[in-house]
């Protein structure tokens, strides 16, 4: 699976973005999707997940309430709504595919996008 993720850019506090992740058909829907990000000086970290059959999702606690994970398996994308940005948002968004039925670690994931940057002005 190839994975190429879009909708980045520069908003402001409160605002709203929808970022999306275009996969090679090759088999999505066998995959567990996730959605990480990684700002400067930071470690990746894991903002949601969603299961193979869209049926499902997790999300980090940062998230919760204001993200929401989703998918199209007809159309081979996946997408993160994000809304009521902070500036703490701010970071490189990065899509992944995992053969796990659940994951939320990035050692479980083995497919990356190149990312695409989310930034939040005050």
């Known amino acids: 699976v190839q994975l190429t993720e879009s909708g980045g850019g520069l908003v402001q506090a409160g605002g709203s973005l929808k970022l999306s992740c275009a996969a090679s058909?090759?088999?999505?829907?066998?995959?567990?999707m996730g959605w990480f990000r990684q700002a400067p000086g930071k470690e990746r970290e894991f903002v949601a997940g969603?299961?193979?059959?869209?049926?499902?999702?997790d999300y980090a606690d940062s998230a919760k309430g204001r993200f929401t994970i989703s998918r199209d398996n007809l159309g081979n994308t996946v997408y993160l709504q994000m809304n009521s940005l902070k500036p703490e948002d701010t970071a490189v968004y990065y899509c992944?595919?995992?053969?796990?039925?659940?994951?939320?670690?990035?050692?479980?994931?083995?497919?990356w996008g190149q990312g695409t940057q989310v930034t939040v002005s005050s």
């Open positions: 969603i299961s193979k059959s869209g049926l499902s999702s």
């Open positions: 058909p090759r088999a999505f829907s066998s995959y567990t």
């Open positions: 992944a595919a995992s053969p796990h039925f659940s994951a939320t670690m990035s050692a479980q994931f083995e497919m």
